[in-house]
T-cell receptor, first 112, second 113 residues
């Protein structure tokens, strides 16, 4: 079955550490996205990529970095510069503009 | 840029009643409007969508209506069931190339048995 897989489901980070969240899709979608969701809040766009080897900052990119070396993969690194990283992170993919997104099941990141 | 407002933020209905969630958008060139359902601890799931050349679309108990003149669209759920309880997000696709969907802030729907 085609889909989008995020791992790990739960992740704990110590202060000052960088952590990388994985997102893989086998839907042959060109576009991929990362969102952050805080409790009771909506979806805030971190980064997006419309094509391999290209990506753009979203509304809250500070403290995060991404890469898009393969069509199937769009990992997100939460750096130590992100001062409040505890949140639920969602990855999504789509065929492009004016198409719905397929979301992964999310990664819950907690700073300990 | 596009701005999407969603109301209400919370909605409680009795099982079997209808639920309506409304969204307004600012960019008259937006042409694609999806709705997502997010259950607790899971990712959002696309439940229905509508394009600007259509005024209404139905899928069993779910329907979406679009009023391009007024720039608003609504989700209608009939004969609500407890499993409809979730957070619902609307979104709009700006008609400017390579721009991500703009989401509303969500509506928490509770269906009371």
């Amino acid at each position: 079955d085609g889909g989008i897989t995020q791992s790990p489901k739960y992740l704990f980070r110590k202060e000052g550490q960088n952590v990388t969240l994985s997102c893989e899709q086998n839907l042959n979608h060109d576009a991929m996205y990362w969102y952050r969701q805080d409790p009771g809040q909506g979806l805030r766009l971190i980064y997006y990529s419309q094509i391999v080897n290209d990506f753009q900052k979203g509304d809250i990119a500070e403290g995060y970095s991404v890469s898009r070396e393969k069509k199937e993969s769009f990992p997100l690194t939460v750096t130590s510069a992100q001062k409040n990283p505890t949140a639920f992170y969602l990855c999504a993919s789509s065929m492009g503009d004016n198409y719905g997104y397929t979301f992964g099941s999310g990664t819950r990141l907690t700073v300990v | 840029g596009e701005n999407v407002e969603q109301h209400p933020s919370t909605l409680s209905v009795q099982e079997g009643d209808s639920a309506v969630i409304k969204c307004t958008y600012s960019d008259s060139a937006s042409n694609y409007f999806p709705w997502y359902k997010q259950e607790l601890g899971k990712g959002p799931q696309l439940i229905i969508d509508i394009r600007s050349n259509v005024g209404e679309k139905k899928d069993q108990r779910i329907a979406v209506t679009l009023n391009k003149t007024a720039k608003h669209f609504s989700l209608h759920i009939t004969e609500t069931q407890p499993e409809d309880s979730a957070v619902y997000f609307c979104a709009a696709s700006p008609n400017s190339g390579n721009t991500p969907l703009v989401f509303g802030k969500g509506t928490r729907l509770s269906v009371i048995a």
